[in-house]
């Protein structure tokens, strides 16, 4: 999953001779997961797509540094702080919270990026303010506020802001692929009836991308570090491709929320799941509708999983007083109980519904936090339940 698509020319079979109209063969490429026993896709490019004629290495070190939530305390960090500050939307993310599957982040772009390719998995992109484009060796995906970017692992690919502001991206970085859930789909991969969405849904690439270029290079990330390629041609020379392995857009309005007569928990709301986390997607919605419900959530503890949650848009009634706004991510671990502000069970008996959109991360071996996000952190946050002030910011 995702579904078949073939864009451009490719020729009538798999792994057959394919020229150009002045006779000139074109070179095939297979991009597959699991080796050649998952999806994949075959690209045809007007060049060979090997041949680099220097290399050299960025950095040795791609441990980010991250500190251990101890004290475990709840936190909460101001994103719109990094908001408009410029840079590379690929090599300037702020890692504000990773383990060893996953790395969410921040960051503010101005200018096209550097062509880039993730060889470590996955990168799941939401656009939290501005337009753009993803420009990759399957096309170009337009991107716009409230858009999820799904890149495939080793995906060569650039970001280009093309509208008036910054691009805003929250990122994350999976050690391993990104999927939806099986529990939506069919045995052989079809969205199920009752899935909270469908293949409607999902943009991808309608048209190839040929750039020229030469000594064209493109940073790879990879376990020892960051690399730096020099192509002899650009690598976006794909005249066609088809597959099953591609960059596609969705958006976070077109997830369809299950609303049930009680408190539905929050796995209803689930949109991907990757190797040790899943990514939840919360929309406007009316509450439950039984007379007796309680339409605020309850308080609960996360045994197993720690809970990140970034608030996107709109009126956050459960947390109301507590600091949190738009661009607030929160972080609630695992052995810490949490639940709504003071009053809000209160206030939203006689509530019809929520206006609220946010993004859950909710990862299963403990979050580390990151140097940015202790630049941006609400230290008075852990008091917010019992209205005491003064933690320190470290």
Known sequence: MPYYRRVGEIP???HQIFRDEQGNLIFEE???KEGFAAESSLLYHMRPPTAIVEVESVTGDLEEQLHTNAPLLPRHFKTGLLSGK??????????????DEIKVGFVSSDTPSVL????????????????????????????????????????TFKVVPTGSGYLDLLTVEAKGHIEFPKRYLTARGQFLESAPLCERDLVGPELPLVLEGEDV???????????????????????????????????????????????????VHQVFEGNGFVVCSFLPRPYDF???????????????????????????????GSGIEEG???????????GPQPGSVEASLEAKGTEEVAVMIDTFNPLRIGDAAYLIEDSGYPWSWSKRHGLSDR
């Open 12 to 14: 009538r079979k798999r």
């Open 30 to 32: 297979l991009m597959g």
């Open 86 to 99: 410029g840079g590379d939307a690929n090599l300037d993310r702020r890692v504000l919270l990773g383990n």
């Open 116 to 155: 880039y390719r993730n060889a470590l998995g996955d990168e799941c992109l939401f656009v939290v303010r501005g337009e753009g484009q993803i420009q990759s060796v399957f096309g170009s995906l337009e991107i716009k506020s409230g858009d999820y970017v799904l890149i495939p692992a080793s995906t």
């Open 217 to 267: 290079d493109v940073y790879v990330k990879h376990r020892g570090g960051i690399t730096r390629y020099f192509y002899s041609s650009h690598p976006f020379d794909v005249v066609g491709w088809d597959g099953c392995l591609y960059p596609f857009v969705f958006s976070i309005y077109d997830f369809e929320p299950i609303v049930k007569r009680f408190h539905a928990p929050p796995p």
């Open 290 to 320: 039984d007379p007796t419900a309680v339409p605020a959530p309850y308080s609960h503890a996360n045994v197993d999983s720690d809970e990140v949650l970034f608030y996107y848009k709109g009126d956050f009634m459960s947390r109301r």
């Open 328 to 338: 607030s991510i929160s972080l609630h671990p695992a052995g810490f109980i949490h």
